[in-house]
């Protein structure tokens, strides 16, 4: 597909699935990164809101590392794939706009054990005046049905922002009834080194990982930056990463969305 194929499929359905992002190589270079995160988590100085043992309302009983806040900001590794050249320009594609990244997450589901993520949007966490941020989940292991892949629903980035509170408090997911959800999801399994973006406003969930494979992933959240925050529950982002980072304040080369679309329609194929 072209560039404008995936961004007729983006925002048609409010996500996209790309396998073969990264090569074998970059694969094995993110997996030592990980090492890295693991051995930075251990240390007794780790700050505990930054590396999780838990996730999404897990007990954390399994003691194994699950999220990483901020991995960009760690190790450039995390901020160099942030910038991939296969994936910066598309996201500007579909943002149609320069990119920031609003925040970055390290997700770790430890085999027989992880998460499971509830029905949600991201924009609930950080509302924002539109949806103009995206998710892109890059994957360092196949991401399959067994190990808790993402499932989506279709379409739903277009029904607007729904209610993530109970009782006064926030619920980090969409209340009521979601068996329709259930029903219409699309489970969107994924071979390592492929992406899956979504919108901030597509309902999202994931299951645990029942198989005897990790599946680890990172989360980059990137945003339109003239788009603005208006409230939300994620502390963490606001304590952690207030401003975000300008993906082209950092790289010269990646000045302005049009140089980037540029770059896209001519290497931009990813079939
Ligand atoms: O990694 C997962 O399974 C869930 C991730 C997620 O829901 C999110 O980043 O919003």
Same mark, same amino acid.
């Given at each position: ?7 007729? /499929? ?11 992002? &990264? ?12 090492? %890295?995160?693991?051995? $930075? ?39 160099? &794939?942030? %910038? ?22 390290? $997700? ?49 980035? %277009? ?30 399994? $994924? ?13 999202? /969930? ?23 925050? $208006? ?14 980072? /300008? ?25």
């Amino acid at each position: 597909m072209n560039v404008d194929q995936l961004r007729h /499929s983006f925002h048609r359905d409010g996500y996209l699935a790309l396998p073969g992002i &990264l090569s074998v190589a970059e694969i094995d270079e993110l997996h030592h990164a990980v090492e %890295r995160l693991e051995a $930075m988590g251990a240390e007794p100085a780790a700050d505990p809101a930054q590396f999780r043992f838990a996730a999404f309302g897990d007990d954390g009983g399994g003691r194994r590392l699950q999220q990483v806040g901020e991995p960009h900001a760690l190790d450039d590794t995390w901020l160099a &794939l942030a %910038r991939h050249r296969k994936l910066l320009p598309l996201v500007s594609a579909l943002l149609d706009s320069d990119v920031s990244l609003y925040y970055s997450m390290f $997700m770790m589901k430890p085999a027989r054990h992880g998460f499971r993520a509830p029905w949600h949007q991201d924009l609930a966490f950080f509302v924002h005046d539109r949806d103009g941020l995206i998710a892109a989940q890059v994957y360092l292991d196949d991401s399959t049905i067994d190990n808790g892949c993402i499932e989506v629903v279709p379409g739903s980035h %277009r029904f607007g922002l729904l209610n993530h509170f109970r009782d006064g408090a926030f619920a980090e997911q969409v209340q009521g009834d979601v068996s329709a959800f259930d029903e219409s999801k699309v489970a969107v399994p $994924m071979p390592a080194g492929g992406v899956v973006l979504w919108s901030s406003l597509t309902l999202h /969930s994931s299951g645990p990982n029942r198989s005897d494979r990790p599946r680890r992933a990172v989360v980059f959240e990137y945003k339109d930056p003239s788009t603005s925050l $208006m409230g939300g529950a994620f502390d963490r982002v606001r304590e952690i990463n207030p401003v975000g980072v /300008s993906l082209f304040e950092k790289d010269p080369t990646f000045t302005t969305a049009s140089q980037l679309r540029t770059v896209n329609n001519q290497g931009g194929n990813h079939d």
